[in-house]
C-alpha cells in the first residue's frame, strides 16, 4: 500500500494511534496515520516489536518534529509475540522471585548458558540430553534409581578407592579380561569354581593348591 510521506517538521497532536506500515530497521518504523506516512522511533519503553499492521500508539516529544513510537495497542497477526532491545537485557527482582511459565514449551536458545544458584530443583517426567562434551566438577554425587543402563564406545574410571556391592547376581561378558593386582589379588567364594576350555595356567614363585 503506497499513502503519502509526510515530513518530520509537520505538527502532530501529542498522542496519535496509526498503523505500522514498515519497519525500516535501527528502531525507526513508517507508520500510516490519517492517509499520510510518518517516519517514527520506537521508544525504549515499547519492548514488543511492532509489525507491519499492527495499531500503535506514536507520540511527538516537547514539540519537536521527531515521533516516538509508544507501545502496541493492537496486533494485526496471532503470531509469536516477540520483545527485543536494542543491548543487553537484565530481568531483575530486587526482593521477591522471577518466574517464567509457558502453557506449551519454554525454549531456551543461546551461544553460552551459565546458571548460578545456592541451591536447584529439576524434576521432570522424561529427559533426554545430547552434546558433543559433558564436563563437571562436584564434591558428592548420589544417584538413586530404578535402572541404571549406559552404552558407550569407551568407559574408563580412575578412583583412589572404588568398593561396590551386589546382593544378588553380577555378569561380566568380554573378548578378554584382566585384572592386575600390584599388591594382593584374592578371589574367594563358598563355591569357587575356575574352569578352561584348552589351557588352565598358574604360574608363581610358590604356588600352593590346599
Not at 28 to 48: I, K
Not at 115 to 133: D, F, H, I, M, Q
Request: proline share 3%; aromatic share 2%; charged share 25%.
Amino acid at each position: 500500500m503506497s499513502v503519502p510521506f509526510e515530513p518530520q517538521g509537520a505538527a502532530l497532536p501529542a498522542n496519535l494511534s496509526a498503523r505500522v506500515v514498515a519497519a525500516r530497521g535501527d528502531d525507526l518504523f513508517l507508520v500510516e496515520l490519517e492517509g499520510r506516512a510518518h517516519e517514527c522511533r520506537r521508544a525504549a519503553s515499547c519492548l514488543l516489536l511492532p509489525e507491519p499492521g499492527d495499531r500503535v500508539l506514536i507520540a511527538a516529544v516537547d514539540s519537536t518534529p521527531e515521533l516516538y513510537l509508544l507501545a502496541v495497542i493492537e496486533r494485526a497477526s496471532a503470531g509469536p509475540a516477540r520483545l527485543q532491545v536494542d543491548g543487553d537485557l537484565l530481568l531483575a527482582s530486587g526482593r521477591g522471585s522471577v518466574r517464567l511459565r509457558a502453557a506449551q514449551s519454554l525454549d531456551l536458545a543461546s551461544e553460552r548458558l551459565a546458571l548460578r544458584a545456592a541451591s536447584a530443583e529439576l524434576a521432570v517426567e522424561r529427559l533426554n540430553c545430547s552434546g558433543a562434551l559433558w564436563q563437571g566438577t562436584l564434591g558428592t554425587v548420589r544417584l538413586v534409581g530404578r535402572v541404571c543402563e549406559t552404552m558407550v564406545d569407551r568407559l574408563m574410571q580412575v578412583a583412589r578407592v572404588s568398593f561396590r556391592r551386589v546382593e544378588q547376581l553380577e555378569q561380566v561378558r568380554a573378548a578378554q579380561l584382566d585384572y592386575e593386582g600390584s599388591v594382593r589379588l584374592r578371589l574367594r567364594g563358598r563355591h569357587t569354581a575356575i574352569t578352561a576350555r584348552d589351557v588352565l595356567k598358574a604360574k608363581g614363585r610358590q604356588v600352593h593348591i590346599g
